[in-house]
């Protein structure tokens, strides 16, 4: 059974790992890099991943995709103002769902992270000389059902078996606790590019007990680097009345630059941002100029109340696990944000403990990850461990009146499973319809809408006499499966689950057929490439040889040269047919040529060795680009 492998899918990078010999380990990617930017960017025909797509991200800046995590599972009205800052199109799409459009083309937030995982998979399936099929995906622990279920799409937009959706700090406290011995309760802080999560763990025995879980899916590095987007903006704007918002490449990399000062301002007090050449005046077309310094101070001051806002998760966490902050054993830092050292100073603010920092923050979710699948797969060197997680938020439905009852309430160890009789409000009422809500407040509209569902046919009863039992069903992943039957008659009547913001099945089935379909022109695209490549490489080394061989006979220069020529018409045609019976002449007159120009050097008592020819066929060159970088 090939490996399954652990992935953390993350709104600034993703990592990949697997278990070897009993320990989870990282795989690195083609280009040689522990972490991946999910970065998706579409060229033309070409869909470029990673760092590739990032590097250009400047002058593509409408069909480069970042941070679309933010986006998965989301209704519109959730994202508005983060779509609003956004270099590419982000609009509503059906059912009051988000779609980002690139070169004319609606594309769903899964669509995306799909192709960020086809490119970890695709790398990670190379370095391990199988194909992976199965695989466990992270979430932010306080995602809601919408963005889990999207989470799990992508994975299967994929072409993967989703093993498991598991949460990432509960990932990293596998990580973490992996090794320890003993009992201790522990707090992982987890801010990251775009989510902020808190979770407190139980651990020992083998048993990882989650007590509580708190965060904010709207808080993450990204935010600090818009503060700093905006202080730059707003600094040249005052200078030169020019908004570098709204010109879309300029805005790309004043996001670029804000998130290097960021990182510079980790180590450094304060740190020069220089962008040459950022726009033109309108009017002169003289080239503009933006230099800055910021402090760290500054920064800190500029993102006051971003951090003010890690503290009621924090102090949430606490008071549901009914601990207080001297119950917590360990604080362990998670998430790339975590090295902010203001971020660092207001964790140990509010728990009174010096964080613990031997946990690699990038690297601990993809390891727990493959902690897990092992755990799924039966991996025996991992002994008896048990993972008990919770649900992030409370689940219920509407009731008269506007109000939520809760069914399953938040902190509730999953999977779990409740049910509830609910009945009529009118007499002869034929169905009803119920809301199934997630989220805190009282009120059903404060809350987030998971889908309305229709029980029909109910046969004519007075009101408050038919007996509909809903059952709320939540599976490992944190997945909600609900049913519901009307009692009384016996009859069980069909769900629908309507305006939900995550895909049906149709749509995933139609992406997964995309997604393949892009993967086998890409695939199509790079062996053309490829080829072109190795004709070209070939015609250099045919060139050398006809310039070093002045002793060869005048006829057989005149020949290779015809081939040369042959082989650089059809590398400006780009004809495919052309380049293949181009690199075969060429092959066979530069053997042909380099046997003769041997036999003259031997003749003339010269041992001399030429150069090896590239008579690999196209089949091996094609797979070669499949193997790993070392
Ligand atoms: P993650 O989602 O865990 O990969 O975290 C990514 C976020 O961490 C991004 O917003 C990065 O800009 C941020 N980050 C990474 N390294 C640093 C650093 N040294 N200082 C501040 N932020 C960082």
């Known amino acids: ?54 590097r250009q991200a400047a002058l593509n800046p409408a069909a480069t995709l970042f941070e679309v995590k933010r986006f998965i599972g989301r209704r519109w009205d959730e994202v508005k103002e983060e779509a609003a800052r956004s270099p590419f199109t982000v609009k509503e799409g059906p059912g009051g769902s988000v779609r980002v ?84 309760t522990v707090l992982v802080f987890d801010l990251g590019g775009g989510t902020f999560d808190v979770t407190i763990l139980e651990l020992g025995d083998g048993v990882f007990e989650v007590k509580s879980t708190a965060g904010d899916t709207h808080l993450g590095g990204a935010d600090f680097d818009h503060r700093i987007v905006d202080w730059l903006a707003d600094e040249f704007n005052k200078e030169h009345q020019f908004d570098l918002r709204k010109d879309k490449q300029a805005l790309q990399r004043l996001i670029e630059a804000a998130e290097k000062a960021k990182i510079d301002l980790s180590n450094a007090s304060e740190t020069s941002v220089s962008l040459p050449f950022i726009t033109f005046d309108p009017e002169t077309r003289t080239p503009m100029h933006l230099e800055r310094t910021l402090t760290r101070a500054k ?83 991992l002994g008896d461990i048990v993972l008990v997680d919770v649900t992030p938020l409370t689940l219920g439905v509407e009731v008269k009146g506007g109000m939520i009852a809760p069914m399953i309430t938040r902190n509730t160890t999953v999977p779990a499973k409740k049910t509830e009789i609910y009945t009529t409000a009118e007499n002869n009422q034929p169905g009803v319809e119920i809301n199934v809500l997630q989220g805190e ?32 069903d939540i599976d490992a992943n944190g997945i909600l499966h609900v049913t519901a039957k009307e009692k009384t008659s016996g009859k069980e009547s069909s769900i629908r689950i309507e305006n939900t913001t995550t895909l049906d099945k149709t749509d995933v089935e139609r992406m997964v057929k995309e997604a393949e379909q892009n993967a086998a022109a890409d695939k199509a695209r790079k062996e053309k490439v490829e080829k072109r490549n190795n004709l070209d490489s ?43 019976d181009a690199q075969k002449n060429l092959e066979e007159e530069l053997r042909t040529f380099m046997a003769a120009n041997q036999n003259a050097g031997a003749a003339q008592g010269e041992a001399q060795q030429g150069p090896t020819v590239n008579t690999k066929k196209d089949d091996d060159v094609i797979d070669a680009d499949f193997k790993p970088a070392e």
């Open 1 to 54: 059974m090939p490996k399954a492998v652990g992935i953390d899918l993350g709104t600034t990078n993703s990592v990949i790992a697997v278990m070897e010999g009993g320990r989870p380990e990282v795989i690195v990617n083609a280009e040689g890099a522990r972490t991946t930017p999910s970065v998706v960017a579409y060229k033309g025909e070409e869909i470029l991943v990673g760092q590739i797509a990032r």
């Open 101 to 184: 459009s690139v070169n004319g083309k609606d594309l769903a937030p899964e669509q995306v992270s799909a192709e960020v995982l086809r490119k970890l998979v695709a790398d990670a399936s190379a370095k391990l000389g199988s194909k992976i099929t199965d695989a466990v995906i992270t979430v932010p622990a306080y995602f809601d059902n919408s963005q889990r279920e999207a989470t799990k799409q992508a994975g299967e937009i994929a072409g993967l078996n989703v093993l498991r959706v598991i949460n990432e700090p509960t990932a990293a406290a596998l990580a973490y606790g992996l090794e320890r011995k003993g009992n201790e």
């Open 299 to 381: 920064f800190e001051e500029l993102t006051a109340d971003l951090l003010k806002r890690v503290r009621h998760p924090v102090e949430q966490a606490l008071s549901d696990a009914k601990m207080s902050a001297s119950d917590i054993n360990e604080v362990i830092l998670v998430g790339g944000s975590t090295r902010i050292p203001a971020v660092k100073r207001i964790v140990k603010e509010i728990t009174g403990k010096e964080p613990n920092e031997s946990v690699n923050p990038d690297e601990a979710v993809a390891l727990g990850a493959a902690v897990q699948a092992g755990i799924i797969q039966g991996d025996s060197s």
């Open 441 to 472: 407040r009282p009120m059903a509209a404060d809350n987030k809408s998971l889908g309305r569902f229709k029980l029909e046919g109910i046969p004519p009863m007075r009101a408050g006499q038919a007996q509909i039992e809903v059952t709320f």
């Open 538 to 580: 070939l015609r250099v080394q045919a060139q050398q040889q006809l310039d070093e061989a002045e002793s060869a006979d005048q006829g057989s220069k005149d020949k290779l040269k015809a081939s040369i020529e042959a082989a650089e018409e059809a590398i400006r045609s780009e004809d495919d047919g052309k380049i293949t």
